[in-house]
């Protein structure tokens, strides 16, 4: 019988090899919290396809080669990778909001001059 951590695990995984979004960007910005990390891709891979980059975590090295299949340690990753999307998404709607707020400015700009 499959763990609870087992099944949302899974489900998970499912999606986010549904979805295998490739952003270098964010693949940095996860590499910055631990200097000389590795990107470890949290719901790993089928048959050589990468789940999507959207939900990774920084790992050191030696970690990332010791638990590749560690089903326990992988689970464990999970509110880090989600933590990481969340704080993604704040970046990218922060750019959003300053890109909107130059483009009106220019508007603005032209409409006076």
Do not use: C
């Amino acid at each position: 019988m499959k763990s609870d951590g087992d099944i949302l695990f899974l489900r998970i995984k499912n999606v986010a090899l549904q979805n295998p979004q490739r952003d270098e960007e964010f693949k940095d910005l996860v590499r910055e919290q631990i200097p000389g990390s590795e990107f470890h891709h949290v719901f790993t891979s089928t048959v050589g396809m990468k789940s999507t980059d959207l939900l990774g975590v920084a790992v050191r090295p030696e970690d990332h080669n010791e638990n590749q299949t560690n089903r326990d340690w992988l689970i464990e990753k999970i509110p880090g990778a989600i933590r990481n999307l969340i704080m993604y998404v704040i970046k990218l709607k922060k750019e959003i909001i300053q890109f909107k707020k130059e483009l009106r400015d220019e508007r603005n700009k032209k409409s006076v001059g």
